[in-house]
């Protein structure tokens, strides 16, 4: 079945360094690919997306890279602040009818001040 | 801003018990999602409804779990009886259409005694 793998599963960097987080999906059928942002105890909220048509895809310090071929895409953090510090999930959308939603495990970043 | 509302926030209960999680979507969305959320892993999709009609619940565990959204606007997940390893956070989302953003809920923190 449909699945996403996501690495690291912890991440810890220094204020100010940059932060990567990898995934890669198993649905060549794939086309649409999120990232959510989860504080702890709170809902996860989307904080950059990407579709298949598109390689590349950036708003501020927050960008992500696909790369179809691989089945491969990965979220890239700059400048990271210590407010940065939650957990990130990466999912991916299948195009058949239902466009379910699969979800990588997570990353845990750590920003240290 | 509208938000994907859940109740009750937190429930406890004892194994073998009844209980009902409900979730009101943004107005107007058509598609509605439940996931759950072990401690430590990424949501996992229980059951998918476009309008009133159920798309995906492959992975919803039909000799206990039970979804319905009978007129297509708000919607009820009862875990019936409950086990210890239901023990989770049901995260309810939605969306405008398939292809759409996902807006979760805050989600309904469930412990199993």
């Known amino acids: 079945g449909e699945n996403v793998e996501q690495h690291p599963s912890t991440l810890s960097v220094q204020e100010g360094d940059s932060a990567v987080i990898k995934c890669t999906y198993s649905d060549s059928a794939s086309n649409y690919f999120p990232w959510y942002k989860q504080e702890l105890g709170k809902r996860p909220q989307l904080i950059i997306d990407?579709?298949?048509?598109?390689g590349e895809k950036k708003d501020q310090r927050i960008a992500v890279t696909l790369n179809k071929t691989a089945k491969h895409f990965s979220l890239h953090i700059t400048e990271t602040q210590p407010e940065d510090s939650a957990v990130y999930f990466c999912a991916a959308r299948t195009s058949n009818n239902t466009g379910k939603l699969i979800f990588g495990q997570g990353t845990t970043l750590q920003v240290k001040p | 801003e509208a938000e994907v509302a859940q109740s009750p926030r937190y429930k406890i209960t004892e194994k073998s018990q009844a209980v009902a999680f409900w979730c009101d979507p943004i107005s107007g969305h058509a598609t509605l999602y439940w996931y759950r959320q072990i401690l430590g892993q990424g949501p996992e999709l229980l059951v998918q409804f476009q309008d009133e009609s159920v798309v995906d619940d492959s992975q919803l565990p039909k000799d206990r779990f039970s979804a319905e959204r009978l007129k297509g606007v708000d919607s009820t997940l009862k875990i019936q009886p409950a086990e210890l390893g239901d023990s989770a956070m049901y995260l309810c989302?939605?969306?405008?259409?398939?292809?759409?953003?996902?807006?979760f809920g805050e989600g309904s923190r469930l412990t199993v005694l």
């Open positions: 990407i579709r298949s048509n598109v």
């Open positions: 989302a939605s969306s405008s259409g398939g292809a759409g953003e996902l807006f």
